[in-house]
């Protein structure tokens, strides 16, 4: 094949598109959608988010030291396309379109109760790459749709309808 220079930005591809669910100090929930994300260590299991600082939800990750990442399959394509576009800054965006949340079992965040996984994270670190803060999760605990699991605790991702 023949070969040109392309763009530099969003190289990597395909890339997975999350939501990260969080808690304020003062106990109120947010979730954002975000695309710079994913695995960074095997053993211990990590994970990691790009927050940009002007995100609301950035104060909130970076004082309560944790998040969860919530896979979302195309039935909640509806809920992902307004939590990425409305900030909770303008609107309670959570409460706006009935946002099903539980609490985390480990970390003091959100999950986001129709996503069939919810990924609880505590933050171990976090560096500023540039346009994003990439904050570094330890992970605690993983919810999945018992549909996905096997006996050995491994979820079969091809079972989900990814966004
Ligand atoms: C496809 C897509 C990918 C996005 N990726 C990111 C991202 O990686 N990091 C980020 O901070 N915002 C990202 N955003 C933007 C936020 O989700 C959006 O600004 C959101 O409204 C922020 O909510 P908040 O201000 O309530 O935290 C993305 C939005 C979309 C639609």
Redo the contacts with the bound molecule.
Sequence with gaps: MEKREANKKGALQPAP?VLVSCRGLDGED?A??????GNCSYAPPMVM????PT????QMIKESGCFVVNIASKDYQETF?Y???????DSN?LKDINVKLEDGKVVNAPILADCPVNIECTVVDSIMTGS?EMFIGKVEYVHADSKLVGLDGSIDFTKIDFI
Excluded at 32 to 37: I, K, N, P, Q
Excluded at 55 to 58: A, K, L, T, V
Excluded at 83 to 89: F, N, Q, T, W, Y
């Design positions: 598109k947010n954002l959608v975000v695309g710079y994300c988010v790009g927050i940009v995100r609301y939800s950035y396309d939590l990425g576009k409305i900030s909770k800054r965006k994003h």
